[in-house]
């Protein structure tokens, strides 16, 4: 499945907005991972694995599914990612191949630092980092690896650079748009700070979204 910018961005807001809702009522969803996150017939994204996954079998319905991976080459059942691993990164994505073990590796790739240390008492900071991961994801066509999280977060992330790391099959569209990726990438490292005292509230993260224009918007002041 190849995602335009209008796909990816209405992706994150939803995300967002489910997220901010649940934190709002206290409470944390814990396991924030593009296999759980459920992409409608309009491309409008539901959070799973916060009991949603249980109704959604019951019902039966096939207009649902795993979102997947956000890249633009996709295998036939939207699983693993094909795209191939940034030079130097030493190896396939987080989500790729399939069986229990390349499972946890996935999980834990979006896992905030701080809950593999505390488990038993989560927080709605570790939403807010897997959000960033997610939304990293989105822009990147691929999960970044630990070296670009660094690297990336040192200052990089402007301009042509943020062109240069977003999803190839995004780089015709968004040309001349430079700015627009280079916010969802700062918003997106912001996310995944270390500290999580440092971390914007899901509220916060939501109201920056909404203020990134649309493709649609863009098109609309354009034509008045």
Not at 8 to 16: K, N, Q, S, T, Y
Not at 90 to 98: K, T
Not at 142 to 165: D, I, K, M
């Amino acid at each position: 499945m190849n995602l335009g910018w209008s796909a990816r961005l209405r992706i994150a807001r939803g995300v967002a907005r489910g997220l901010a809702y649940l934190h709002d009522k206290k409470c944390v969803h814990g396991n924030v991972r593009p296999s759980n996150i459920l992409l409608d017939a309009d491309m409008e994204p539901l959070l799973a694995d916060l009991g949603i996954h249980r109704l959604v079998r019951g019902a039966g319905d096939s207009r649902l599914k795993p979102a997947g991976r956000f890249g633009s080459k996709r295998s036939a059942k939207s699983l693993p990612d094909l795209s191939p691993p940034p030079p130097g990164a030493g190896g396939a994505s987080p989500l790729a191949g399939a069986g229990p073990s390349s499972s946890a590796e996935a999980a834990a790739h979006y896992q905030a630092p701080e809950a593999a240390k505390n488990p038993t008492k989560p927080s709605a900071k570790w939403d807010v980092y897997s959000f960033g991961m997610v939304l990293l994801e989105l822009v990147a066509g691929r999960a970044l690896t630990s070296v670009e999280l660094c690297q990336w977060a040192a200052g990089e992330g402007e301009g042509q650079q943020a062109f240069l790391l977003a999803d190839a099959a995004l780089r015709g569209e968004m040309e001349g748009r430079e700015e627009t990726l280079a916010s969802c990438l700062r918003l997106g490292f912001a996310c995944c700070a270390a500290a999580p005292g440092k971390r914007p509230a899901m509220k916060d993260v939501l109201q920056a979204i909404d203020r990134i224009p649309s493709p649609s918007s863009n098109s609309c002041s354009s034509a008045q």
